[in-house]
């Protein structure tokens, strides 16, 4: 298993549109259910932070995000939506567990 944690921070007059964005990529996750990933979004207390973290299956090459239409869309102005701009780094999983479908 891989995982890569992405964080930044919006300018507040950007941060609505921000959520948008998240949204219609998760909607699109939603309905074309790609195999080997688990994503996540979360918005910190602070209204204008936010953190990603995808986590990809053993033989997951190439992250299914890249060919997602609102990733694209998500991905393509976000340095103008940006007061910080992203940060990437991959993460070492140490333990994992969910009970959720």
Do not use: W
Request: proline share 6%; with cysteine.
């Amino acid at each position: 298993m891989r995982a890569v944690m992405v964080r930044y921070r919006v300018k507040p007059e950007m941060a609505e549109e921000n959520e948008r964005l998240i949204r219609a990529v998760s909607a699109e996750l939603q309905a074309v259910k790609p195999a080997g990933l688990s994503y996540q979004t979360h918005k910190l207390p602070d209204g204008v932070s936010f953190v990603h973290v995808a986590m990809y299956g053993d033989g997951v090459l190439e992250s299914p995000l890249l060919g997602l239409t609102a990733f694209k869309a998500f991905t393509a102005e976000i340095k103008a939506r940006c007061d910080e701009l992203p940060v990437t780094q991959e993460l070492q999983p140490v333990g994992f567990f969910s009970s959720f479908d």
